[in-house]
């Protein structure tokens, strides 16, 4: 890669910062994108399923983890979260819960 | 070239392709390069909102031929009189003015980085994403030509085709036969015909309940089979599934005849709905990005074509290995190349991505059922994760259907919020 071009490209980053939700989609971890497909990210939308916007990271992870486990009974969350190491879901969750509307 | 990234060379040989591209003169003027998304359905409506999102600087054009859209997903439940066409319909209000072109996209130069217009013009481009949907082949079924859809509709690209088979139903009197033809794979939501039956069928038990409903497979296995039969066997008796080796492929059809043609016999119709061999959308041709099979092989972390550079290429015109092509695939595909869009525009390496698909079906309108995936690059395909995934459960009581039927409608609402506004 042209080192050069890399950083004209860093710099301009720093001179013209994204305003707050652009930066934090850039950021999403892998995956998190996906569970917005049931999730709204937009307030109006349908509430049958939670948000996940701005939620306590903890809560997610231990959602995810009794999804998992079967401890929590679930229609899709069980064989979705199968597929999401505790590593995943920690980033996915940390990311979720820095969201704001 | 270092001898890392040639150890890692699949994955960075679309990064070095982005960095060699940056367009140094814009870059001089603050601006970031330009990104053409061509068709404004689930993945290209999706794909051009998030790129603007990722990266505000990025300019974004997304042209689209119709200005509305009719979405396929619940269009069943249009042909079974359980819906309005117009739940289906969205139009592109919500995009910035000068986002949308209205015009169809009629030829693609790959090597001069330009899309031609309808009325002419051209767009020149950095990057081109394509999410052209499918196209019917109209040469892979003998007799099934334009003029026949007409009178054997398909109903596989939702609007008009909808309406003609919701009337021939309505028009149908009870008694008559209805029989669906389903493709062999690839093909355009692999659960679709199933559904479709069954919603047939129960349109037909509540209204004409002497009518019966065949499907004829070119398959031995389907998406959700076991799921779908064991409903079949309570709720819709008058439903029969013929199966590739009981004789369920159509080799033919006979419009004037209303006849479906199998190697083991013929199938009078009252109502025909034959769902044909489909390729990805024609323009995935035109920009030389579809091989052999009619669709297109990519990256699987960044969905750039295999044969064209610069160009990506999302949804059902993809060959996403194990992701069905389904309008969930092409959100979360086209979330997964925005990024990669962003981050090559900018030079810098694209992350590896995990996908997720979930497919619902309505086998009655309070009865919902599910099949999911977790997804990631592996050998140079899309592939499952393992343990992962899996269909709804089988022993599940009525009460979880119904739970399945909510979160089916909340995920259609949820998912054109997304990507319509
Ligand atoms: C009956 C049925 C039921 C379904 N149910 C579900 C479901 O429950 N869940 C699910 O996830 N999926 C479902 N699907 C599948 C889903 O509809 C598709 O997988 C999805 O639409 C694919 O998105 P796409 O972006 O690839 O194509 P599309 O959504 O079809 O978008 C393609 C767009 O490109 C435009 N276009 C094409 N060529 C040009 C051109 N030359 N110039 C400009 N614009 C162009 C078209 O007008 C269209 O707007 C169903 C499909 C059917 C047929």
Not at chain 1, 4 to 24: D, E, F, S, Y
Not at chain 2, 131 to 152: K, Q
Not at chain 2, 158 to 170: I, N
Request: charged fraction near 20%; hydrophobic fraction near 40%.
């Amino acid at each position: 890669m042209n080192a050069t071009r890399m950083v004209t490209a860093a710099a301009l980053c720093l001179a013209m910062p994204g305003h707050a939700w652009a930066a934090g989609l850039a950021d999403a971890p892998p995956g998190a994108l996906s569970c917005s497909g049931c999730h709204a990210t937009a307030a109006k939308a349908d509430a049958a399923v939670p948000r996940l916007i701005g939620r306590n990271p903890a809560d997610i992870v231990a959602a995810m983890q009794a999804f998992k486990s079967g401890q929590v009974p679930s229609t899709v969350m069980e064989r979705i979260a199968k597929g999401f190491s505790d590593d995943e879901v920690k980033a996915i969750a940390a990311w979720y819960g820095a969201q704001k509307d | 070239m270092s001898a890392k990234r040639t150890s890692r060379r699949e994955f960075l040989k679309s990064a070095a392709a982005g960095a060699a591209l940056l367009p140094l003169p814009a870059i001089a003027q603050g601006a970031r390069g330009r990104v053409v998304v061509l068709g404004g359905g689930f993945g290209g409506g999706t794909c051009a909102r998030f790129i603007k999102r990722i990266d505000p600087r990025i300019t974004v054009t997304l042209v689209e031929a119709n200005p509305t859209f009719v979405a396929c997903p619940f269009s069943n439940g249009v042909i079974a009189g359980l819906r309005d066409i117009r739940a289906q319909e969205f139009g592109y209000d919500k995009f910035a003015g000068d986002q949308v072109v209205l015009s169809p996209g009629t030829a693609v130069d790959p090597q001069g980085r330009t899309v031609t217009l309808g009325n002419g013009s051209q767009l020149p481009y950095d990057r081109l994403v394509l999410s052209p949907g499918i196209d019917i082949r109209w040469d892979g079924l003998p007799g099934y030509t334009e003029a026949a859809a007409e009178r054997m509709p398909h109903a596989w690209k939702a609007g008009e085709q909808t309406l003609l088979l919701r009337r021939q139903l309505e028009a149908m009197e009870d008694g008559g036969t209805v029989v669906i033809s389903a493709p062999a794979n690839p093909f355009r939501c692999p659960p679709g015909p199933y559904e479709r039956a069954s919603l047939i069928a129960y349109y037909l038990k509540t209204k004409k309940p002497k009518s019966k409903v065949i499907i004829l497979d070119a398959k031995d296995a389907f998406s959700k089979q076991r799921l779908f039969q064991n409903a079949w066997r309570t709720l819709y008796p008058n439903l029969e599934w013929v199966s590739l080796s009981n004789g369920g492929k159509v080799t033919s059809v006979d419009v004037g005849e209303m006849t479906l043609v199998t190697d083991f016999g013929r199938h009078k119709a009252e109502v025909a709905n034959v769902i044909p061999p489909q390729k990805a959308g024609r323009n995935a041709e035109i920009a030389g990005v579809a091989d052999r099979t009619g669709w297109c092989p990519i990256d699987p972390a960044t969905f750039e074509s295999k044969l064209q550079p610069n160009v990506h290429v999302i949804g059902d015109a993809s060959i996403a290995g194990a992701m069905p092509k389904s309008a969930f695939s092409a959100n979360a595909q086209a979330k997964v190349c925005a990024a990669a869009v962003a981050k090559l525009i900018a030079g810098e390496r694209p992350d590896e991505p995990r996908l997720i698909n979930t497919c619902y079906s309505l086998v009655a309108p309070d009865y919902g059922i599910s099949v999911e995936g977790v997804y990631r690059p592996a050998d140079g395909q899309i592939k499952e994760i393992e343990g992962t995934g899996g269909v709804s459960a089988l022993d599940a009581p009525n009460s979880t259907r119904a739970l399945e039927a909510t979160f089916a409608n909340a995920w259609f609402n949820t998912i054109t919020t997304e990507v319509f506004g």
